[in-house]
């Protein structure tokens, strides 16, 4: 599969690809640590719904942060 024409390499995140898994062998990405080669592209976002793909293998995938849903409760 061929990269998505929005991927850019300016737009990344750094989180595991459930296609691969091309980061278990990693001591930075195994210590929660950004890593200089296992990083996704952030194709764009829903909300809190993440669309990335690895560059590596080129798997799509969703992810939810769940960052902002819910909404926000006024103090009382």
């Known amino acids: 599969m ?3 024409p929005h991927a ?3 737009r990344r995140a750094w989180l595991p690809c459930p296609g691969c898994q091309d980061h278990l062998d990693c001591d930075d990405c195994l210590g929660g640590r950004n890593c ?3 990083w996704r592209y952030l194709i764009g976002n829903t909300g809190s719904l993440l669309h990335l793909q690895c560059p590596a293998c080129t798997h799509l995938w969703n992810h939810e942060t769940g ?3 819910g909404g926000r409760t006024t103090p009382g």
Request: hydrophobic share 25%; proline share 8%.
């Open 2 to 4: 061929p990269l998505d």
């Open 8 to 10: 850019d390499f300016g």
């Open 36 to 38: 200089g080669e296992h």
């Open 67 to 69: 960052f902002g849903s």
